[in-house]
């Protein structure tokens, strides 16, 4: 399974010199799977730097969609190949009672708010709500689930042979108390977290930032890292940098992370800040060993 970062920020995009290295696009990751099937997981504007020739290789592609915020949908009008008349494309997301998908992502691409209308685009498209058990993609099996966040939002968890990915951008898996003081069953994500080979996981907000954002659906640094070790994530990128923090912010918050890791026994390769170009193979990795206490 071939990853690529498209966008890992957060909330709203920020170009900028101080927000280089780590990029400015919202959430958008691109996986390639051994049969070359495209899955990509939210249309962040980061979605823009994938190539037309997606649209046009005869393949088909998967959009999944965690929630409907603008920051992981507003990249769809920009998405090469809806605009493809060859191109299939099918886009999952979470249901909601009483609405269908379409209807709600025609909320974004419609007049005013783009000169494009939803019913307009000229691909083969299909909507479809994630299904309440798993199903599969190509020679991938996927599962989705409801995460604590603002508004109907899920995690999905992605394996292929024997590699497994976690995806869980926008998250807040504190918000019952401390992971410490909580049970398995208790906290959100883990059943789609627990042993993957690489998770991407919130981190927005620094330990300092936090408690003025609590319950505003995203992590705290120290929260992503218990989580990872936790759920004992082979390999974890944090993901859904704040909007505010310049490169040197990031930094400062990796470093943050990989103490704090490290005490928990892991070796310092095995956690990142996910950033805006990165790519990398997920296969299936031997339990990392501890540290002696």
Not at 10 to 15: I, K, L
């Amino acid at each position: 399974m071939h990853v690529q970062i498209c966008g890992a920020r957060g909330s709203v995009p920020s170009p900028g010199p101080e927000q280089l290295r780590y990029g400015g696009n919202t959430s958008c990751v691109h996986l390639t799977l051994s049969d070359g099937t495209h899955v990509i997981l939210d249309a962040g504007t980061g979605i823009r730097s994938l190539p037309q020739e997606l649209g046009t290789s005869g393949g088909h592609i998967h959009v999944l969609l965690t929630h409907l915020h603008l920051d992981h949908i507003q990249g769809l009008l920009f998405f090469a190949p809806l605009f493809e008349p060859e191109a299939r494309v099918t886009i999952w997301g979470p249901s909601a009672p009483g609405v269908s998908l379409k209807n709600r992502i025609a909320r974004y691409l419609s007049a005013p708010l783009t000169p494009i209308d939803v019913r307009e685009l000229p691909c083969d498209l299909d909507f479809r709500n994630c299904p309440v058990s798993e199903w599969e993609i190509g020679p991938a099996r996927l599962r989705a689930e409801a995460v604590t966040h603002r508004g109907p939002t899920l995690g999905f968890r992605i394996e292929e042979a024997d590699a497994t990915l976690c995806y869980l951008p926008d998250h807040e898996p504190e918000l019952l108390g401390s992971i410490d003081n909580l049970g398995d069953e208790w906290i959100s994500g883990y059943a789609l977290a627990r042993a993957a080979d690489l998770l991407i996981h919130d981190c927005q907000y620094t330990d300092v930032e936090y408690p003025e954002h609590f319950g505003w659906g995203h992590s705290a640094v120290s929260a992503a890292v218990r989580f990872a070790d936790r759920c004992n994530a082979a390999r974890t990128l944090l993901f859904h940098h704040d909007p505010a923090h310049t490169d040197a912010e990031v930094d400062l918050a990796l470093v943050d992370a990989l103490e704090q890791w490290t005490d928990a026994g892991h070796g310092v390769d095995a956690l990142q800040m996910a950033a805006e170009g990165q790519e990398l193979t997920v296969s299936r990795t031997a339990p990392e060993p501890r540290a002696l206490a």
